[in-house]
Nanobody
Framework: QVQLVESGGGLVQAGGSLRLSCVTS????????MAWFRQAPGKGREFVAA????????SHADSVKGRFAISRDNTKNTVNLQMNSLKPEDTAVYYC??????????????????WGQGTQVTVSS
């Protein structure tokens, strides 16, 4: 069974940095496109960043472009999200997601079948 476990969330002041990690198990990690989504209180799930199976294709939402960076290490079954220059509006639960049948899953949450339990990121002003 595929499992995704996020870590690295927490409370940080505006302008600070956090690094989220998602460790996966139960599958061949390199066969899966990966992504990060987030959901703020009272809002829908929002695309943050995506990366293809080999890591050659990466995309980031306009709201985080230049501040966040997605990466993966297929030898460690891990996908990371480096978050710099954090803003209060980045406050949300961040979810890791995996898509098996695509080289690159893109921005649509419906393309991803497996999801982690989420990790809370809170940015204070």
């Amino acid at each position: 069974q595929v499992q995704l476990v996020e870590s690295g969330g927490g409370l940080v002041q505006a302008g600070g940095s956090l690094r989220l990690s998602c460790v996966t198990s139960g599958h061949t990690f390199g066969d899966y496109a990966m992504a990060w989504f987030r959901q703020a209180p009272g809002k829908g799930r929002e695309f943050v960043a995506a990366i293809s199976r080999s890591g050659t294709i990466r995309s980031h939402a306009d709201s985080v472009k230049g501040r966040f960076a997605i990466s993966r290490d297929n030898t460690k079954n891990t996908v990371n999200l480096q978050m710099n220059s954090l803003k209060p509006e980045d406050t949300a639960v961040y979810y890791c997601a995996a898509a098996r049948d695509k080289n690159y899953g893109g921005t649509v949450s419906g393309n991803y079948y497996y999801w982690g339990q989420g990790t809370q990121v809170t940015v204070s002003s």
